[in-house]
């Protein structure tokens, strides 16, 4: 069974950084997209950024020039690098992974999320 398990959430400052990691299970090129979305309490959950298996990273207009994602193969873990955040960057902060197979329907992971709290 396939695990994503996020960490490196928690508190920080307006204008400071923090790493979230999402941890696999399984060799993370075994996906053929790997993602980061946010949710944020009465609100859908938003993509942040994905990544396909082959190609480059895109991102949502909110995270170009602050956020960048990198890929630990060895760690098979999947990185969000989170840079001069702000009060709404605060949300929880999921990882997603699909898989997909000829004449099946799509595999879509998720991991349980990690809070990320900004303070002004």
């Known amino acids: 069974q396939v695990q994503l398990v996020e960490s490196g959430g928690g508190l920080v400052q307006a204008g400071g950084a923090l790493i979230l990691s999402c941890t696999s299970s399984l060799n993370i090129d075994s996906f053929d997209i790997m993602a980061w979305y946010r949710q944020t309490p009465g609100n859908q959950r938003e993509l942040v950024g994905l990544?396909?298996?082959?190609?480059?990273?895109t991102k949502a207009d909110f995270a170009k020039g602050r956020f960048v994602m990198s890929k630990d193969l060895n760690q098979n873990s999947l990185r969000l690098h989170m840079l001069h955040v702000t009060p709404e960057d605060t949300a929880v902060y999921y990882c997603?992974?699909?898989?997909?197979?000829?004449?099946?329907?799509?595999?879509?992971?998720w991991g349980r999320g990690t809070q990320v709290t900004v303070t002004s």
């Open positions: 997603n992974a699909i898989k997909r197979r000829p004449m099946t329907p799509e595999e879509a992971y």
């Open positions: 990544w396909p298996r082959r190609g480059s990273s």
